[in-house]
């Protein structure tokens, strides 16, 4: 099922659904530690589970000759197999991200074709962070430097154009499109009216729907709704969750992130003894959030696990 029919559904019958992403095990774990944590969250019978997906890193290894070779490491792969997995195993609509960074326009349509013949038509479409050590986001050589451009691509495979000119019997795929927005502006935007003029350009090139950078205020979300109310974009805007954890994310989330923790959230946090009781303010803080959105007739919550299923559990059995 579409990812955008699902949100319809709810929206219509006024309900309000939970949705998870999970992170691909590092290299080397298995895929019990993401089936460990599906397992505690399945009774919450997610909309959707979405699959992030991680860009290569760039390492130097010292050759026997002494010259150094550059190389390319993967540190999370699996993204599609995991999603297949996962779909396979719970039955469960499964959301894969696919990024600009590192692939090419024919990369990114083989990946696609991957995700056809699996079955998966859901994908969320995104540019991806910044390499390490890059000081702006490089477009790989043939490749996308917006999101926008990414969405565009996918969109013509759903109307059956292919890069490959040489591809002879031609079908459509029907891959149904999400992108990211920021309630509180993308770091690299000028200011928040040019990023949601930016955001329209992925909806006018067919995403069929927003899923937000996390935020810790939920006026910062009704207001970002608004905004993009405002510019003409009408489809659904999903909140992304994450709730707190340790004290340290005070000053690591906003540089990160770029979003603003609040005083009251900032002064409770600080109170705390150690990092479970920042964990438990964190739930509690979480569950208050998705009750306002909730109220708000919100079709879906979006969490963001960071591959931890406790507090995540905690919140859903408070609210769904
Ligand atoms: P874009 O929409 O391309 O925007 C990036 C910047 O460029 C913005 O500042 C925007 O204002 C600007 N911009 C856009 N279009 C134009 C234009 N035409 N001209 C000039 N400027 C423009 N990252 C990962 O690597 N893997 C993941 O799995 C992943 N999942 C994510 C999930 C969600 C829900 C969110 C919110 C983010 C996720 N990210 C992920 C992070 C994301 O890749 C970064 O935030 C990235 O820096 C921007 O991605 P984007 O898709 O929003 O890019």
């Not at 993204?79 to 719970?90: C, G, H, Q």
């Not at 502006?185 to 930016?198: F, L, M, Q, T």
């Not at 970002?224 to 974009?233: D, H, M, P, T, V």
């Amino acid at each position: 099922m579409k990812i955008i029919d699902i949100i319809n559904e709810a929206t219509a019958g006024k309900e309000c659904r939970f949705a998870f992403e999970m992170l691909p095990p590092l290299k080397g774990d298995d895929i019990s530690t993401i089936y460990r944590t599906i397992d505690r969250l399945i009774r919450f019978n997610p909309a959707y589970i979405n699959v992030t997906y991680h860009r290569e890193e760039v390492k130097y290894v010292e050759r026997e000759n002494g010259l150094l070779e550059k190389l390319s490491v993967s540190k999370r792969p699996g993204t599609v197999a995991i999603s297949a997995a996962i779909m396979a195993r719970y039955g469960v609509e499964v959301v894969p991200h696919l990024i600009c960074g590192g692939f090419s326009k024919y990369d990114t349509e083989d990946a696609l074709i991957d995700l056809n013949f699996l079955g998966i038509h859901n994908v969320l479409a995104l540019r991806g962070d910044t390499l390490k050590g890059e000081k702006t986001f490089q477009a790989t050589p043939n490749g996308h430097l917006h999101a926008f451009e990414l969405v565009e691509q996918i969109i013509g495979m759903n109307e059956g154009h292919f890069i490959d000119a040489e591809v002879e019997s031609i079908s459509r795929t029907d891959f149904c499109v999400g992108v990211a927005g920021y309630p509180e502006k993308h770091a690299e935007a000028p200011n928040p009216s040019i990023d949601i003029e930016y955001l329209k350009k992925k909806v006018d090139a067919g995403a069929d729907y927003i899923v937000t950078q996390m935020f810790f205020d939920n006026g910062r979300f009704f207001d970002f709704k608004e905004r993009c109310l405002k510019a003409g974009i009408n489809v659904p805007i999903i909140p992304g969750l994450k709730p707190f954890s340790t004290k340290r994310q005070l000053t690591m989330l906003p540089p990160t992130f770029h979003v603003d923790i609040p005083e009251e959230l900032t002064a409770r946090v600080l109170k705390c003894a150690d990092n479970k009781e920042v964990r438990q303010v964190g739930i509690e803080w979480a569950i208050r959030q998705c009750e306002e959105l909730k109220a708000a007739g919100i079709p879906v919550l979006h969490f963001y696990t960071m591959g931890n299923a406790d507090n995540i559990e905690k919140i859903a059995e408070a609210v769904f």
